[in-house]
């Protein structure tokens, strides 16, 4: 009996020291690359998590929230030098994350890390190193421009903004003329979040520079939807933001750079509500865009392209941890009822940007190939 207990007591010694050896954590912090210059917080390691540090000595609790929206969170502990450190209980999804700062109830952004427009207000942003980041680097090749215009919109009785991508060697080659992607953000975003969180114009950079994808043009500008609160996308009403892209950008962009101006050198994509709008409104217009493609935005299905122009292609992605089986049947229907359709999950990735990115990547060489 003795025995038989020595054995169970080394067995959970085992398994307890196994455990602690899992749950260790690395101490090879680093800044984060998406910190202010000089400042040290807050830190990733190899792992993937992250560790923050605050200056706040009059304050008695201070909160890390992290993601779209932020909730729960890493609750920072008080040191005797008004600082408050603290590091998330595990490790992070790979790529860019918002955070943001409760401190005795009120929201603040991190002073030590850069900010980005997400969850409708300026976030802070945290990036956990990808294994397979090396398509987003910057690296040493011929790079794009990215540039903002400003468009009359007399629907809105305003002057609206947009960012256009033009690819390396636009401006040398003057004769040349381009498809276009309009290419949407989603809910909470605007139109500053492809190209800074998203990394858009390095993506095509490194891509083209490779040879795999046909350079293009893309625009990219704010879709209407942050004056909806979260949870409530089903009160959204596209037509407002369809007549600003259909009637006032399109032809904008179409008169002030060189593009090939017509519906078979035309693509629509969006990520999240960015999708839902490509999927409204490449359904309502489908003699404006040959090319669509929903990020995790929701599907099509045959019956509601039924006797409309059939689009050149259809792309569906998502993370893993989305909703990846809905998004392959519904691409195996469309696939079934003649439609040219592709699906792409992202590995171990939710409802985030390096899901996107990893999207746009996959989706850039399949447009235009003809």
């Not at 954590?25 to 800044?31: G, H, L, Q, R, V």
């Not at 929230?65 to 600082?83: E, I, N, P, Q």
């Not at 409204?280 to 003699?287: F, Q, Y």
Request: aromatic share 12%.
């Amino acid at each position: 009996m003795k025995f038989k207990q020595a054995i169970i007591v080394s067995i959970f010694l085992v398994i307890g020291q196994t455990c602690l050896a899992q749950n260790r954590i690395s101490e090879d912090f680093k800044p984060s690359t998406l910190n202010q210059p000089g400042q040290e917080y807050p830190e990733v390691n190899s792992q993937g998590y992250a560790r923050f540090k605050i200056k706040a000595p009059d304050a008695d609790s201070v909160r890390v929230s992290l993601g779209l929206g932020g909730s729960g969170g890493t609750r920072l502990v008080k040191g005797a030098d008004g600082f408050f450190t603290g590091t998330t209980e595990g490790p992070m999804d790979e790529g860019f994350h918002y955070y943001h700062l409760t401190i005795d109830g009120g929201v603040f952004n991190d002073p030590g890390a850069l900010n980005f427009y997400g969850s409708t207000r300026w976030e802070s942003g945290i990036e956990i190193p990808a294994h397979d980041q090396d398509f987003y680097a910057l690296k040493d090749v011929p790079h794009g421009n990215v540039q903002q215009i400003l468009f009359a919109s007399k629907s809105t009785n305003t002057q609206r903004r947009a960012f256009v991508y033009t690819p390396p060697g636009y401006e040398k080659n003057k004769s040349k003329k381009y498809p276009v992607l309009y290419l949407q953000h989603g809910w909470g975003e605007d139109e500053t979040a492809w190209s800074n969180q998203g990394h858009a114009n390095l993506i095509m950079d490194n891509l083209i520079a490779d040879g795999k994808t046909k350079p293009f043009i893309i625009v990219m500008t704010y879709g209407m939807t942050n004056e909806l609160r979260w949870g409530h996308m089903k009160d959204f009403k596209i037509e407002p933001f369809q007549t600003v892209l259909v009637d006032e950008l399109i032809p904008y962009v179409d008169t002030h750079f060189r593009t090939i101006a017509d519906k078979d050198h035309r693509a629509m994509a969006g990520l999240s509500m960015g999708g839902m709008e490509t999927h409204a409104i490449t359904l309502n217009k489908p003699d404006v865009f040959s090319y669509y493609a929903l990020l995790s935005g929701g599907i099509y299905t045959p019956e509601e392209l039924k006797g409309k122009t059939k689009p050149k292609l259809i792309f569906i992605s998502c993370g893993s941890r989305e909703r990846p089986d809905g998004v392959k049947n519904a691409v195996t229907a469309l696939k079934d009822a003649g439609y040219n359709a592709v699906s792409y999950v992202s590995e171990n990735t939710a409802h985030e940007f390096l899901t996107w990115r990893r999207s746009l990547h996959e989706l850039a060489p399949l447009l235009f190939r003809d």
